[in-house]
């Protein structure tokens, strides 16, 4: 009996040992390799006309110009409607990106990573490590905020995201896109308070080139995330530059 115990408290003992090496061998956890982006983040400045890198106007083919007009004029005369303002429909890419009131990015690591937005209470969920379908693929399935798919490079977020309807504006202006638009986030800390997410708009039926915008928002996890209802007063945005009020 005694020669049975020795041999199965060695053979446990190897196991452990196993177990062991498997553990310290085995990759960094997702959640683990993920930079410092998670918390509440705020707006010190607010732009209704979105401000590409370089400085410059947007640069719009004829069909985007003259769609852009077209949508500058029917905001004006009522003949269109903002509609995220008027119904709290989702604001879409990149115009959520300049929203004045607080949000908050939220950790679901190794599974996704998620967006939660005070403004009409929009949520993006960006799946981690995922490809992103072809665009053949989401012609039947065009959202707000398109689809979306995430990984890690270094201190970044990077998110792709298309599938796009064509029912939001580039901005609060009224510029335009097509469901062709394709997007490119890079979502990073530039210091300890604060984070930036530079966006990449590719849609080359509307614009010349690509073009990128850059947003940047203040470490803010004093704030709580507050309600939102349309037509209805909400939190005070005077710390906000450039918000103006009716």
């Not at 638009?181 to 966006?199: A, C, F, N």
């Not at 507050?226 to 906000?240: A, K, M, T």
């Amino acid at each position: 009996m005694d020669s049975l115990c020795a041999r199965g408290v060695s053979a446990l003992a190897a196991m452990a040992a196993v177990a062991i090496g498997t553990v310290l061998s085995a990759p960094v956890h997702a959640a683990d390799a993920a930079p410092d982006i998670f918390g509440v983040y705020w707006a010190s400045q607010y732009n209704a006309k979105i401000q590409i890198v370089g400085g410059g106007d947007l640069p719009l083919t004829a069909a985007g110009k003259d769609a852009y007009d077209k949508n500058i004029a029917g905001l004006k005369d009522g003949s269109i409607i903002d509609t995220a303002r008027k119904y709290c429909v989702p604001d879409g890419l990149p115009r959520v990106l300049a929203t004045p009131y607080p949000f908050s990015i939220i950790s679901a690591l190794p599974a996704e990573v998620v967006f939660v937005y005070e403004l009409n209470h929009e949520i993006r969920v960006i799946p981690m490590n995922k490809p992103l379908p072809p665009d053949k693929d989401l012609v039947p399935y065009q959202f707000y905020n398109g689809h979306s798919v995430g990984r890690f490079e270094g201190d970044r977020l990077v998110i792709e995201s298309a599938g796009f309807n064509d029912s939001t504006f580039i901005d609060a202006t009224g510029a335009p896109h097509t469901t062709e638009m394709h997007t490119l986030e890079r979502v990073g800390k530039i210091s300890p308070m604060q984070l930036e997410d530079v966006i990449t708009i590719h849609d080359p039926q509307y614009y010349t080139r690509d073009w990128q915008a850059r947003f940047v928002y203040n470490l803010r996890n004093d704030v709580q995330l507050e309600e939102y209802v349309c037509g209805q007063p909400h939190r005070d945005l005077s710390s906000v530059a450039g918000v103006h009020r009716p």
